[in-house]
Each structure stands twice: as C-alpha cells, then as structure tokens.
C-alpha cells in the first residue's frame, strides 16, 4: 500500500460568535474528496470504493470524535498529535463529491489557522489515504478496494502552489498495515542491501532487513 494524496483548492469559512461569552467558533466546509473524475494527479477513484470507505470513516472516526487533520503536509499515514489543527465533523456524498465540515480546534496549530482566516487567508485542504494503485489502458491510475482514508482532510495554505504538487505515491517507500498501524517500508534500501551482498553475505543481509522490518513494527 501506498500514501496518497489530493488537494482540493479552496474551503468555505464558518465563523460563529457565542453571544454570551464572544468566543468565535471557526469551521471549515467544503469538497473534501471526489470520485469519477480524473484528478490533477491523474488519478480515479469509483465512487463505490470511495463511498464504501467514507462510511468506515465516518463510523471509526467522525462518529466517535477522532476525525483528526493537519495542518501542512505530512508525509505519513500517521496523524500527528501535536500537529492536529481541526477535527472532522461530517462527511456526505453529493452528486459524485464528498462534501465535508471540520471545526477548527483550539490548538497550537489550530490557532494558527485561525489567525490565518482572520488575516484573509485563502486555504484549502488535502486527503490523505493509503491504498493500491491499478494503471488502466488511456494510463489513469485507478485507485483500488484496499484504499484506507487516514484522514478527509488536511489543512494547507495554498494546494495549487507547486510544492503542494506532492506527489500522491511516495517513491521508493511501501506501507503495510500490521497489528492496526501503518508501517513504513523503505523497499529500495532494502533492495540495496540486499543485492549487494556477496552470496555468503547474502543471508545475513536478508536476517538484518527482516529484523529491521520487526523493529519497526513493534
């Protein structure tokens, strides 16, 4: 498996001031995932995968207040605690989109998103899933039944700048999902050392990488 992203341009603000004590509570909505459409990234994801997953979503996650997003561009399928700026409050399919609302929470990254809608800022967000890819006939990467959502949103300043270009599959890395969490798997190194091993050093350098690989998942 691998780490997907999307980026979707733009959110709309919610912004909402308790009339007893002042406080502005900040939302964010807006279209968090599509299907059947061809994405900048070139790739597809049918509406019955994605639809399947956005229920396991939203029962495990949304339903029980752990829908967490970021803010900025993680590189893992992890959600980083001490990086979380919103949680995830709904998500529901509209015509072939998934449109979505997030509260902004009063953490030290939600607080910067908050500034930054206060400041004018234009924001927008960027899913990030795990799952295989299938390469059809025209050349479109079609995503496939074992994608997982690791969140519907993560929150970035500006997704069509070019380094919000990220590539949606890391290269050279792999994921496995063992004893529920996501494993990082660096194929190439592994590769290395592997083929480069002379024939008596080969079976050691096997005995390292997999010793490496239960390190890792422990």
């Known amino acids: 498996m691998r780490l997907i992203k999307e980026h979707t341009e733009t959110v709309n603000y919610l912004i909402e001031e308790d009339k007893e004590t002042g406080k502005k509570n900040y939302n964010i909505e807006g279209v968090f995932l599509q299907s059947e459409i ?16 956005v229920k396991r979503y939203m029962k495990e996650n949304v339903k029980k207040n752990r829908a967490y ?14 990086r979380v700026s919103h949680m995830i409050k709904d998500l529901k399919l509209e015509g072939k989109d998934f449109v979505g609302k ?6 030290p990254y939600g607080k910067i998103v908050k500034s930054l809608i206060d400041e004018g800022a234009s924001l927008g967000v960027s899913s990030r899933g795990m799952g295989s890819l299938k390469t059809t006939k025209d050349g479109t990467s ?5 994608f997982m959502l690791a969140t519907a949103a993560d929150i970035v300043a500006d997704p069509s700048a070019p380094d919000a270009f990220v590539r949606g599959v890391m290269e050279g890395k792999e994921w496995m999902f063992v004893d529920g969490k996501f494993v990082e798997q660096d194929i190439e190194a592994v590769k290395s050392s592997i083929t480069g091993a002379t024939r008596s050093q080969l079976e050691e350098a096997k005995l390292f990488a997999f010793a490496k690989f239960l390190k890792a998942i422990k």
């Open 69 to 82: 997003g970021e803010l900025g561009h993680p590189d893992s399928p992890t959600i980083n605690l001490d």
């Open 142 to 146: 079609e995503v496939q039944k074992d």
């Open 102 to 107: 997030a509260k902004i929470m009063d953490t």
């Open 38 to 53: 061809k994405n900048r990234n070139g790739r597809v994801y049918p509406v019955e995968i994605l639809d399947k997953e």
